[in-house]
């Protein structure tokens, strides 16, 4: 289900109606916007199926294209060009949705270039990224653009409150998910994680009191859990919202400008850890001596 991007998703569909089809999109936003399941969801307009089958890998048009260990390779680049010159099965044409395509290194960019100058048959394919600036300049121009951005807080609220969530609970899940549709619903659907987050932000609060040595102790027990971009998400969410409310009160400039370099240090320390392959432990190392 399309929570919000209305305005993106009545594009695409008016796209399909007028048969106005490019051969390459490329839809870019923060994580958890809600890009893939748009992009799924376009997808089975166009092949008149649910978007289950292609889910569960069934639809022989379709091909999913993710990271392995971090990077999108160039032998999975070649075996979706070998998929793509295939006859299509049941639809009239392919497609592929790349996720992640910034994981593309620079053989599988290169291979994958050739693929959009050179098109073959009927075929679609949908980029996603967050960093679509780590694309080469000729890929994005040979593709249409697409941006999403964070919803409304209250459109989250309504959406929650459309699936029979209280009002005070609608309230707080809308608040803490940073207008961010897949946050949202792993809150509705995955309770634990409401628990979690709290107890992760009362670490952080303790952990800010603490000594450098105690912080390193902390950097390399969370370094090995396979959720740390989730950990440095609610961190992110915490200084944020302590720099707005320190912006909207009288609050000293230097606390200010500290709060906003502690952010900036975390969200460097979150894109290293999401798109290269930096020593975790080392990167928090460093994050820890702003704190």
């Not at 949908?126 to 600036?133: K, W």
């Amino acid at each position: 289900m399309i929570v919000g991007h209305q305005k993106q998703w009545q594009f695409l569909k008016k796209s399909a109606e007028l048969g106005r089809l490019s051969h390459a999109y490329l839809f870019t936003g923060q994580e958890k916007l809600g890009k893939k399941t748009v992009a799924l969801e376009w997808i089975s307009l166009l092949f008149g199926q649910p978007s289950t089958r292609l889910l569960m890998g069934v639809h022989p048009d379709f091909i999913l294209i993710t990271p392995i260990q971090k990077e999108i390779q160039i032998s999975q680049i070649k075996d979706l060009n070998y998929r793509l010159s295939l006859r299509p099965y049941l639809a009239s044409f392919k497609t592929a949705i790349i996720d992640q395509a910034h994981s593309m290194n620079q053989e599988a960019q290169n291979c994958f270039l050739k693929t959009l100058e050179e098109p073959r048959g009927n075929t679609i394919l949908i980029l996603i990224s967050e960093y679509p600036e780590f694309l080469f300049s000729t890929i994005r121009s040979r593709s249409e653009i697409i941006k999403f951005y964070p919803l409304a807080k209250k459109e989250i609220e309504n959406y929650l409150k459309e699936q029979g969530v209280e009002e005070k609970k609608a309230q707080v899940i809308s608040q803490i998910s940073q207008g961010k549709p897949g946050k949202a619903i792993d809150f509705l659907y995955l309770p634990q994680k409401l628990k979690e987050r709290e107890a992760l932000l009362n670490e952080l609060i303790k952990l800010t009191k603490l000594d450098l040595t105690s912080r390193f102790q902390y950097a390399q027990k969370i370094s090995q859990m396979p959720d740390l971009k989730e950990i440095l998400n609610i961190w992110l969410s915490y200084f944020r919202e302590n720099l707005i409310s320190s912006l909207n009160s009288k609050v000293a400039p230097w606390k200010i400008g500290r709060l906003a370099k502690i952010l900036e240090k975390i969200q460097e320390t979150f894109f290293l850890i999401s798109t290269t392959n930096v020593n975790p432990r080392l990167a928090l190392e460093t994050l820890m001596l702003e704190l």
